[in-house]
């Protein structure tokens, strides 16, 4: 962790093992946490800003989540990965609340709206360099109707 601008170093978060590498990371608008995604695992690790504790852990990605975006309140992480998916997660529980599947190449890139409405991702892809995804976000009761009834 790095202080901005001085770029003086505070502190590295420590590894759990040494097989792990962490391929991407995220801090969370309070601060307090930073998110890394594991090469490895493919999990989700939230660490404290303060001492570099694991906080919590989210499991279930896929593949690896090559970005991470907090939403504005904190309250939700998207996290991107290789096998062409979105995750959107309830961090205060640390379970996901829905998996978009809308993407046939890796998706860099997650990022949502400064208000939280919509969630824009894009991928690579062989015959056209990029394309981009805007969906609006959704609450679990909204993605539940999206499963069950399909609108």
């Known amino acids: 962790l790095w202080k901005y601008p001085s770029l003086e170093k505070i502190f ?3 590894s759990e ?8 990371c995220s801090i969370h608008p309070s601060n307090e946490y930073v998110a890394f ?3 490895e695992s493919h999990d989700i690790v939230l660490h404290s800003a303060k001492d570099g504790k694991v906080i919590r852990r989210l499991q279930g990605h896929e593949d690896v989540p090559l970005h991470l975006h907090f939403t504005s309140d904190g309250k939700r ?19 996901e609340i829905v ?3 809308d993407h046939r190449f890796w ?11 919509y969630l824009a991702s894009t991928q690579a ?4 360099p990029a394309s981009i995804m805007v969906r609006r976000t959704v609450s ?6 999206l499963l069950t009834e399909g609108r």
Not at 77 to 95: C, D, K, M, P, R
Not at 140 to 145: E, F, H, V
Request: glycine content about 8%; cysteine-free; overall charge positive.
């Open 12 to 14: 590295d978060f420590p």
């Open 17 to 24: 093992t040494n097989a792990r590498y962490n391929f991407s």
């Open 37 to 39: 995604g594991d090469l």
């Open 77 to 95: 992480l998207a996290s991107a990965g290789q096998a062409g998916i979105v995750v959107l997660w309830n961090l205060e529980t640390g379970n």
């Open 99 to 101: 998996r978009y599947r």
């Open 107 to 117: 998706v860099w890139s997650a990022q949502f709206s400064a208000n939280d409405r």
């Open 125 to 128: 892809g062989t015959t056209i």
């Open 140 to 145: 679990r009761d909204d993605a539940r109707k």
